[in-house]
Each structure stands twice: as structure tokens, then as C-alpha cells.
């Protein structure tokens, strides 16, 4: 291979393998290889650049493809949405003895099938849509939340089907929200946060007997300078944000007294 040819291939190349890195950290949220990829870019670029200016330019259709192809690059990244997973972890409650009753739980297919989809409210991250399936975190975490504070809790997908049940809950997704902080560590590391607003109501005999909403604080995973699956993380904070909600709903529900002589005099 003439060495010209080799002078024409490696600011290509170099400029090539800055935007993967650069694209594969942004991905993946790592703050230090993003740096590598922008170095990488940087040098591919000048040697690009005084290559030109010393008489043997590169190829201007190399150059117009290697902008094409990061380009394009971006604008699948920016497509293809982050799949979030949630597994809330419901941890034991400070319950004496649950209410003794056989309550209903009423999530429909619709609720259970809801997926939040949007972008983060942060700078970082903010190119791309992420999924959440908080209708299945909700049902997962309502079950394992109020079977503590009722003494049953049977999962029902209709209002036809709750209308045996002396009481029936009622849990609704109303409002959600996660960012990646970035900037409080000076762009060396990131941490996630996630809240979110939970409308839980008690129906009895078709009509409701008992509504709250409750706000949770922000849930914060983080921060790291490295991490390869920063989606587990993000997943864990709205899942803490949900149960956070769920379980306080549940305690106002276990000492309200006023509720419970509602459901003995039904």
C-alpha cells in the first residue's frame, strides 16, 4: 500500500472510530469515553484538515460519506427507544394485623398494557425515547403492597367482575417524570432520578368511599462514571418512585379509622 494511501485511510478511520466510541458512550451514558470519541474525532479531523493544506487532499467523497454515515448514525440512535426494565422490589410493610377482608384490585388489560414513552428532562440523554412499562410494574406492585395491609387481594380486569368485592382498589398512573443529572457532577458522572403520582380509589358498592394522590420525591440511582447498564439503574429508580407511592397510599389506607368502620358497616 503506497503511502499515500495510508495517509488518505487513517483520518478516515480515526474519524470513523471517534463517532462509534462517541455514539456507543452516548448509548450507554459513560461521560469518560465520550471524551475518547471526541479526542478521536478531533485528531482524525486536523490530520484531515493539514493533509488538505499540504497539497494531497483526502478524497472529498470519503469525507462526504463519513459525514453521511454519522449522520446517519445519529438519527437511528435518536429512533431506536431505550427499553427501561422495572422490577419493584416491595419490601415487608410494619403491619400488625391486616384488615380482614378480601378486597378486589382492579387494574384493566388497558392499564396493565401502559407504557410511558418519552425523553428525559435533561440535556443528557435527551435525544432519546425511553420506555417505560409502568402498567405492569403498577399491578406487580399494587398486588404485592396491598395484599399486606388486606387479609386477600384478587386481581380483577373489570368493573363486573369487582362488584363482589366489599371493597375494591382502584390504582392509577396519573403523572411521571426522569432526568439524568449530569451537571452536578461536572460532566464526569451521572445519576438518574425518577417521581412520579399515584390516584389510588376505594369503590364499594360501585361508588367511591376514599381517594389520595400521592407525589413521590425524586428516586436517585447514582452517580457513575462507568456503567454499561445504565437502563437497570433508571428502571430501579422509577420503580422505587412507584413502590415509594403505592406504600404510602397503603399506611393511609391502614390507619384511617373512619375507613374501616366504612367497610364493616358494609
Known amino acids: 500500500m503506497s503511502t499515500c494511501g495510508l495517509r488518505e485511510k487513517y483520518p ?3 474519524i470513523a472510530l471517534g463517532v462509534i466510541i462517541f455514539l456507543f458512550a452516548v448509548e450507554r451514558f459513560l461521560p469518560p469515553v465520550m471524551g475518547i470519541g471526541v479526542i478521536a474525532l478531533i485528531i482524525g479531523l486536523v490530520i ?5 493544506s499540504s497539497g494531497q487532499a483526502l478524497p472529498r467523497n470519503g469525507m462526504r ?7 446517519t448514525a445519529f438519527f437511528l440512535i435518536g429512533c431506536a427507544p431505550i427499553k427501561v426494565p422495572m422490577e419493584p422490589h416491595v419490601g415487608k410493610m410494619e403491619i ?15 392499564a396493565k398494557n401502559y407504557i410511558f414513552s418519552g425523553k428525559p428532562e ?10 417505560f412499562p409502568l402498567g405492569e410494574a403498577l399491578e406487580f406492585a399494587s398486588l404485592k403492597t396491598f395484599s399486606q395491609i388486606f387479609q386477600h387481594v384478587i386481581l380483577v380486569r373489570t368493573s363486573t367482575e369487582a362488584e363482589k368485592y366489599k371493597i375494591v382498589i382502584e390504582p392509577k398512573i396519573e403523572d411521571f417524570h426522569f432526568r439524568y443529572d449530569q451537571l452536578s457532577y461536572g460532566g464526569f458522572a451521572v445519576a438518574v432520578l425518577s417521581k412520579i403520582r399515584v390516584q389510588v380509589v376505594l369503590n364499594s358498592g360501585g361508588a367511591p368511599v376514599w381517594q389520595r394522590t400521592v407525589d413521590s420525591p425524586e428516586q436517585k440511582k447514582g452517580p457513575w462514571v462507568l456503567n454499561f447498564n ?8 422509577a420503580s422505587d418512585a412507584l413502590v415509594f407511592t403505592l406504600q404510602e397510599i397503603a399506611m393511609e389506607i391502614y390507619k384511617d379509622t373512619a375507613l374501616r368502620k366504612i367497610t364493616e358497616e358494609r
Not at 484531515?48 to 488538505?52: N, Q, V
Not at 460519506?65 to 449522520?71: K, M, R, S, W
Not at 435533561?122 to 420506555?131: L, V
Not at 445504565?230 to 429508580?237: N, R, Y
Open 230 to 237: 445504565s437502563q437497570k439503574d433508571l428502571g430501579e429508580s
Open 96 to 110: 400488625r394485623e391486616p384488615i380482614p377482608l378480601e378486597a378486589g384490585l382492579l387494574i384493566t388489560q388497558e
Open 65 to 71: 460519506a463519513a459525514v453521511l454515515i454519522t449522520g
Open 12 to 14: 478516515l478511520s480515526l
Open 48 to 52: 484531515y484538515l493539514r493533509s488538505g
Open 122 to 131: 435533561s440535556m443528557t440523554g435527551g435525544a432519546r425515547q425511553h420506555e
